[in-house]
Antibody
Framework: QLQLQESGPGLVKPSETLSLTCTVS??????????WGWIRQPPGKGLEWIGS???????YYNPSLKSRVTISVDTSKNQFSLKLSSVTAADTAVFYC?????????????WGRGTLVTVSS | SYELTQPPSVSVSPGQTARITCSGD??????AYWYQQKSGQAPVLVIY???KRPSGIPERFSGSSSGTLATLIISGAQVEDEADYYC???????????FGGGTKVTVL
């Protein structure tokens, strides 16, 4: 059974960089059939796609966040990571990592449980 | 930027049919997907490619799409179907993925 687990600091100061890692178990991140993505959800609000990466390193980013986002992959550790720079309180959210099919219009099928990151001094 | 538009809320009595709409300019050429999210949990895919149901999803969940409007239908809604529902698709580029704003479904 595929599992994804987010990890990283739960508290980040304004103007600093938020960093999270997603560890994939029960399957290989190097599969040619999937992207791996990050989605966030501010408290009480909706879902927002942040960006996705293929195991080769090809990335796709939400245009509204592109200037602040970097997603990378480490196939040797079966992990992918998110960096979001210059954070403000508006970036406070639950962050999910998820697997994304390359077929069709690329739905997310397996999700991590999510991790809350609060931006506060 | 591309947007998918959903109604904020839908109410339905137990056993009745709930319909949730999702409007997007690219939907005539792109598929719609639907996620159910219960409080404190990660989203779960309940409909893919407009109207297909993943294994394990009850038959009362169905979907359709026509033109710029996709619809999630819950036939014979149950109390356990109370949740937020999000549509999901992509713009014409195929690599800018978007979630709708979400619809809170209340069954009472």
């Amino acid at each position: 059974q595929l599992q994804l687990q987010e990890s990283g600091p739960g508290l980040v100061k304004p103007s600093e960089t938020l960093s999270l890692t997603c560890t994939v178990s029960g399957g290989s991140i190097s599969s040619s059939n999937y992207y791996w993505g990050w989605i966030r959800q501010p408290p009480g609000k909706g879902l927002e796609w942040i960006g996705s990466i293929f195991y080769s390193g090809t990335t796709y980013y939400n245009p509204s966040l592109k200037s602040r986002v970097t997603i990378s992959v480490d196939t040797s550790k079966n992990q992918f990571s998110l960096k979001l720079s210059s954070v403000t309180a508006a970036d406070t959210a639950v962050f999910y990592c998820a697997r994304q099919h390359k077929n069709g219009d690329c739905p997310f099928d397996y999700w991590g449980r999510g991790t809350l990151v609060t931006v506060s001094s | 930027s591309y947007e998918l538009t959903q109604p904020p809320s839908v109410s339905v009595s137990p056993g009745q049919t709930a319909r949730i709409t999702c409007s997007g300019d690219a939907l005539p050429k792109k598929s719609a997907y639907w996620y159910q999210q219960k409080s404190g949990q990660a989203p779960v895919l309940v409909i893919y490619e407009d109207g297909k149901r993943p294994s394990g999803i009850p038959e009362r969940f169905s979907g359709s799409s026509s033109g710029t409007l996709a619809t999630l239908i819950i036939s014979g809604a149950q109390v356990e179907d109370e949740a937020d529902y999000y549509c999901y698709s992509t713009d014409s580029s195929g690599h800018n993925w978007v979630f709708g704003g979400g619809t809170k479904v209340t069954v009472l």
